[in-house]
């Protein structure tokens, strides 16, 4: 890259990759800084990291992270501890570090101005599957080139891939439209303090007077508009096609579904849904489900002539659905019209009152858990009005049944902790819990998850992921007092160290605040206490919370390397 185009951001969807790039330029002997800069460089690090110890920076790598530094290449991640992170937003900011190595979450609310951005690869993998980048997605990630008063452009790179088309990178350049989604949703917590403070009726008002309403019923608008474009083509469709029989098909008749298929039997299943079993013109099986309503008869054989027997004539079998040939065309579209129908009329009930349906949902499962009766918070409910996060509901009801009771500092933080982590993998190591008062504490709270998951099966919910142990030995041993350099392996790097100890320190700072519960309140502010030292001291506020955002990122890496991130 030429010195015009300094400096730079690459955004690479990978943690590993972002820092085998950084190593890699640095022995390749690029040195992007003179002898004044890096010392400055060094001194803002050295002033940012001086909370962590001499063990802490050997098992970070800091030396080596320094010397690559001081030459102004540096990686930028969430496997990164802050102090670090801070160190290379700084010095960046500064004009100082030249190029930096980056996952997509650098795009997101961090100051760090480039002249130029390089995009590996506009594939990215979240979780599932490789999808391309939004518009909006690219437009944040090429939003950080121009520094405002300093360059008169930027300078936006994406590097060519053989998985992305020419004509695929130009739309995206190209798109000016960047829809604003909503993604509100009422939550436990938030219906909790909407009983404590409002009325259903007004409770209903705001959450109908919310943007994300409004979205939905512009949609909606919008969805009624193409169900009535559908609705008149499968009018038009089903008067050129009106020669079907006007009965229930039966055993013996013809259906299209994209060829002619004889039907060979039906049967009726709950809710009073046809199922038919059907055979091409080679004889081969085809199931057509809810096909009374998405098929009509096309033709049947003549008065005599037996299904099985034509069946297995093969000759007879190809000739006989070969004569119904130039149904194809429009007896598929008319079918594909109506399956397409039907998509767009249950999208519609579902979208219709979206808010109020979720809240009526939700409030059920309050109730059906004991913390509301009627529009009422119970005083287990009163607990879930200070309790945040995906599992709140999960934690509210173990504090309701006193399950942290006797636990000392240590054990509390470990079993907060499986409320609090999520791995990043599948493949994570079989997780240890301390025996005794913990183990069976982590064993009741998986049973109530398991029965709150129930309860938002039966409301129509997505249901509450149960606890994971996964970093009980981390939080526990922390607490104990057990060095960094002791607790950091392949399963839990430094990044992903530093702040789940934020979020088990969060909930215990939230816990310390409830009245409510007893003794246990002193006992996790004693354990906030005690994650806050070493490497978590840096970010660690008296709360027990963070001092600044340092917000993880999703699994992802590029189509062409592996998953590891």
Same mark, same amino acid.
């Given at each position: 890259?030429s ?5 730079a951001?690459?955004?690479?969807f990978s ?6 790039a ?19 460089? #060094?001194?803002?690090?050295?002033r940012?990291?001086a ?7 050997a098992?970070?790598? *800091? ?17 990164m501890?802050?102090?670090?992170? @801070? ?7 500064a004009?100082l570090?030249q190029i ?22 506009? =594939? ?6 490789? #999808?391309? +980048?939004?518009p909006?997605?690219?437009a ?9 008063g300093?360059?008169?452009?930027g300078?936006?790179i ?9 004509q ?13 989604k909503?993604? %509100?949703?009422?939550?436990y $917590?938030?219906?909790?303090?909407l ?28 969805? $009624? ?6 609705? +008149? ?6 008067t050129?096609?009106?020669d ?14 994209? @060829?002619?298929?004889?039907?060979m ?12 079993r059907?055979?091409?013109? %080679? ?15 096309v ?7 037996? &299904?099985? !027997? ?8 190809e000739?006989?659905?070969d =004569?119904? !040939?130039?149904?194809e065309g ?14 767009l ?12 349906a ?6 059920? &499962?309050l ?27 999960? +934690? ?8 942290f009771?006797?636990?000392n ?7 907060? =902790?499986?409320?609090?982590? *999520?791995?990043?993998?599948d493949?994570?190591?079989a997780?240890?819990?301390? #025996? ?22 039966e409301?129509?919910l ?8 996964? %970093? ?12 960094f350099?002791d607790?950091?392996?392949d ?18 700072s ?8 007893g003794?246990?309140?002193?006992? !996790?502010?004693d ?15 008296e709360?027990?919370?963070l001092?600044d955002d ?16």
């Open positions: 890259m010195d015009d185009l300094l400096p951001i690459v955004f690479i943690r590993a990759r972002c820092d085998e950084a190593e890699r330029l640095y022995v390749d002997g690029f040195r992007l800084t003179d002898s004044t800069t890096a010392d400055e460089i #060094e001194r803002i690090a050295q940012s990291c909370a962590l110890s001499d063990a802490e920076r098992t970070l790598g *800091y030396d080596g992270w320094l010397i690559r530094l001081r030459a102004g290449i540096a990686a930028h991640h969430a496997g501890v802050p102090a670090m992170k @801070e160190a290379v937003e700084e010095t960046f900011a004009g570090t930096v190595f980056a996952t997509e979450t650098l795009a997101l609310g961090i100051n760090m101005p480039a002249r130029s951005v390089v995009v590996e690869n506009l =594939s990215k993998y979240n979780g599932d599957t490789h #999808e391309l +980048l939004t909006g997605q690219y944040q990630l090429s939003g950080r080139a121009g520094r405002r300093m360059d008169d452009k300078v936006s994406v590097a060519w891939s053989p998985f992305v088309k020419a695929e990178v130009g739309d995206l350049v190209a798109t000016t439209d960047y829809p604003l909503s993604a %509100f949703v009422p939550t $917590n938030m219906v909790a303090n009983i404590d403070r409002h009325d259903r009726a007004e409770t209903e008002r705001l959450l109908g007077s919310s943007f994300a309403q409004f979205q939905a019923d512009r949609d909606a608008v919008s969805l $009624n508009r193409k169900i009535d474009r559908v609705r +008149l083509e499968v009018e038009r469709l089903d050129q096609h009106a079907t029989l006007d009965r229930p098909v039966r055993p013996g008749d013809v259906v299209i579904d994209s @060829e002619p298929l004889l039907v039997a039906t049967s009726t299943r709950k809710g009073g849904r046809v199922v038919l059907a055979i091409d013109r %080679f004889g081969r099986d085809r199931s057509l489900d809810g096909a009374a309503r998405s098929f009509g008869a033709g049947q054989l003549d008065d005599g002539r037996d &299904v099985r !027997a034509v069946a297995a004539d093969r000759d007879a079998l000739a006989f659905l =004569s119904f !040939a130039s149904l429009t007896a598929a579209e008319l079918a594909k019209a109506r399956r397409r129908l039907s998509r009329q249950v999208h519609a009930t579902k979208r219709d009152g979206a808010l109020v979720q809240l009526n949902r939700v409030h059920q &499962v109730c059906t858990r004991g913390f509301a009766d009627g529009w009422e918070l119970t005083e287990r409910g009163q607990l879930l009005k200070g309790l945040h996060g995906d599992r709140a509901i999960v +934690l509210a009801a173990a504090l309701g049944e006193h399950l009771d006797g636990l500092a240590a054990e509390l933080a470990g079993v907060v =902790s499986t409320l609090t982590y *999520y791995p990043r993998s493949d994570t190591a997780a240890w819990v301390a #025996e005794g008062a913990a183990a069976e504490a982590f064993g009741s709270i998986s049973t109530i998850a398991r029965s709150i998951a129930e309860a938002e099966a409301a129509g997505d249901q509450t992921t149960g606890p994971d142990a996964g %970093f009980f030995a981390y939080t526990h041993g922390w607490v104990l007092g057990m060095g350099e607790l950091i392996d399963q839990i790097g430094p990044g992903e160290f530093v702040r789940n100890i934020r979020q088990v320190g969060d909930v215990l939230q816990i310390g605040r409830s009245a409510a519960v003794d246990v309140a002193s006992v !996790a502010v354990a906030a206490e005690a994650l806050r030292r070493g490497v978590a001291a840096a970010t660690l506020t709360s027990g919370a001092s340092d917000s993880d990122e999703p699994a992802a890496t590029s189509i062409a390397t592996s998953r590891e991130s």
